[in-house]
């Protein structure tokens, strides 16, 4: 049972235009969402995250946007570089739960185009 | 300013074989994870802890285990290897603050033929 899903394997975007990965989730005991970045052959290195308590967070080039009525969040890369192409994993977890365990979706390999 | 260290960074094992994959901090951070990455499946949470001395089961615990004996250190144990177990493992650690990441090593990739 997939708790955190992204259902896009991949994305291309090109070059100075917007990237848009996707992520949904069906825990409602999820209340702090993170993204992070993955290179090949290097472990993943942590992005932006949102607490449940806002719908937005921002951080440079990348914006993260928490729908919790939809369980559903997003990451907006803008401008795309290319350098921002990797493989980009959601991660969730239940912080009240103190256990502080982060449950990873399957990742959106993204592309940009130079 | 290491972070997190894993040993080693590639292993082949044959079928049976047993082997310990060791994760150090060096951040003083109570909780560490082991996870597992397999195409198509992203990680998966195969043990963590949550202070020197504790361990709990993830979400893939089968054929694994674990021990915390050192705050710093996360052992990952397979007794018996099979093949199913090829994969790239990383390990992370975070602190105890409620809203913060966790920080990752570098991966271990597990070949089992």
């Known amino acids: 049972d997939q708790q955190v899903k992204q259902n896009s394997p991949s994305l291309s975007v090109q070059e100075g235009r917007i990237s848009i990965l996707n992520c949904d989730y069906t825990?409602?005991?999820?209340?702090?969402f993170l993204w992070y970045k993955k290179y090949p052959a290097e472990g993943p290195t942590f992005l932006i995250s949102?607490?449940?308590?806002?719908d937005k967070n921002e951080d440079g080039r990348f914006t993260v946007f928490l729908n919790k009525s939809a369980k559903h969040l997003s990451l907006h890369i803008v401008p795309s570089q290319p350098g921002d192409s990797a493989v980009y994993f959601c991660?969730?977890?239940?912080?009240?739960?103190?256990?502080?365990?982060?449950?990873f979706g399957t990742g959106t390999r993204l592309k940009v185009l130079a | 300013n290491a972070g997190v260290t894993q040993t080693p960074k590639f292993r082949v094992l044959k079928t049976g074989q047993s082997m310990t994959l060791l994760c150090a901090q060096d951040?003083?951070?109570?909780?560490m994870y082991w996870y597992r990455q397999d195409p198509g499946m992203g990680l998966r949470l195969i043990h963590y802890?949550?202070?020197?001395?504790?361990?709990a089961k993830g979400e893939v615990p089968d054929g694994y285990n674990v021990s915390r004996l050192k705050k710093q250190n996360f052992l990952l144990g397979l007794e018996s290897a099979a093949p199913s177990q090829t994969s790239v493992y990383f390990c992370?650690?975070?602190?105890?603050?409620?809203?913060?990441?966790?920080?990752f090593g570098q991966g271990t990739r597990l070949t089992v033929v």
């Open positions: 949102i607490s449940s308590i806002k």
């Open positions: 991660a969730a977890t239940p912080l009240v739960s103190g256990t502080y365990k982060y449950i």
């Open positions: 825990n409602s005991m999820f209340d702090y």
């Open positions: 951040m003083n951070h109570e909780y």
């Open positions: 992370a650690s975070r602190g105890t603050a409620m809203n913060t990441e966790a920080f």
């Open positions: 802890s949550v202070g020197e001395g504790t361990t």
